[in-house]
């Protein structure tokens, strides 16, 4: 893998190495050696003793179904006097087959003033659509149902959906059937779609002139769709072509969060995320863009990189204003 990005060495040797650990554990088939890639997954342990001023805990929703969550409580956020912080509940990437949410790649607060829940969901190919999709949801549920009872000292009606790559893809789709459903507690008020794993039949621009990208290439996309979607679909299935010829979904008709989208200028997929944000805003929603000139798929993970505080600094920008409106 080549790129004439101008990188840290490090990040050469990273990016080098996540494409050599990826071509050995990856089938042609869409299935995946799972064992050998768990080699490489380090996980991070909970930790209550704050780290960098965060402290974080583990809560189990489904034991049957591997899904729970880690729970980021900013120091104060354990304090009644600060039980009006934001909820950001987050979905991590990895093309929905790669991860947890104490991965070491994760495991991160971003260093938002703000309760963060990460969800752990089932992984593709393994579990397959709407696997993925039915455990965000479930996430929510249980947040709602049960939050008197988890001592989370933050404002359940101050939620926003949030989720990077295909975290992103998980969160639209949650946030539409979230809409559909009525809560006694959770609110969401604000959707952020960091770079979110978006797709189609076609083959757009940006996909012929980055496809040997760092971090995700256009072969390992296909990939990750091949895993993920039914047996049989094609990359226009409404899960990953939104605004697609396959869509189901009239977003007009759907009550959607505000929402935030992030393209870099060098991610592959920035013509799909670009057709998103044109889509939603089409669809009459309200949704802000953000483009990144430098940015790779994945920047925001590489605090090394002066592209990765701009998305903190992006992110806190929308989330104080709808904060404060």
């Not at 050599?20 to 299935?31: A, Y």
């Not at 989370?152 to 949650?174: E, K, R, T």
């Not at 505000?258 to 799909?272: C, H």
């Amino acid at each position: 893998m080549s790129t004439s990005l101008k990188l840290p060495w490090k990040l050469h040797i990273l990016f080098h190495l996540i494409y050599f650990i990826q071509k050995l554990c990856v089938r042609s088939n869409g299935t995946l050696n799972r064992r050998l890639h768990n080699l490489f997954d380090l996980k991070n342990p909970p930790t209550k003793t704050p780290k960098n001023g965060v402290s974080t805990s583990d809560t189990v929703i489904n034991s049957s179904r591997n899904l729970w969550f880690r729970l980021y409580t900013p120091q104060g956020g354990d304090n009644e006097e600060n039980s009006n912080f934001p909820i950001i509940i987050y979905f991590h990437g990895g093309g929905f087959t790669f991860f947890k949410a104490d991965s070491f790649a994760y495991d991160n607060s971003l260093e938002l003033q703000a309760v963060i829940i990460s969800v752990n969901y089932r992984l593709a190919p393994e579990h397959k659509f709407p696997s993925q999709y039915e455990d965000g949801f479930e996430a929510l549920k249980f947040l709602d149902e049960n939050f008197d009872k988890l001592s989370i000292n933050a404002d359940p009606g101050l939620c926003f959906i949030a989720g990077d790559s295909a975290g992103g893809n998980l969160a639209h789709h949650v946030a539409v059937k979230a809409a559909k459903y009525e809560f006694q507690r959770v609110k969401l008020i604000g959707y952020l779609a960091i770079q979110p794993f978006f797709g189609g039949e076609e083959r757009t621009e940006a996909e012929k002139c980055n496809s040997r990208a760092p971090v995700l290439t256009l072969e390992s996309t296909d990939w990750f769709w091949k895993a993920f979607l039914p047996d049989g679909s094609d990359r226009d299935h409404p899960a990953a072509n939104v605004f697609g010829p396959k869509s189901a979904v009239d977003m007009s008709q759907v009550e959607f969060p505000e929402t935030l989208v992030f393209i870099g200028g060098s991610d592959i997929l920035k013509d799909w995320q670009r057709r998103y944000y044109e889509g939603l805003k089409k669809a009459g929603k309200e949704v802000h863009l953000v483009e990144i000139p430098g940015a790779f798929h994945g920047s925001y993970a590489f605090k090394e990189l002066k592209e990765s505080s701009l998305f903190v600094k992006e992110i806190k920008i929308f989330m104080k204003r709808i904060l404060t409106d």
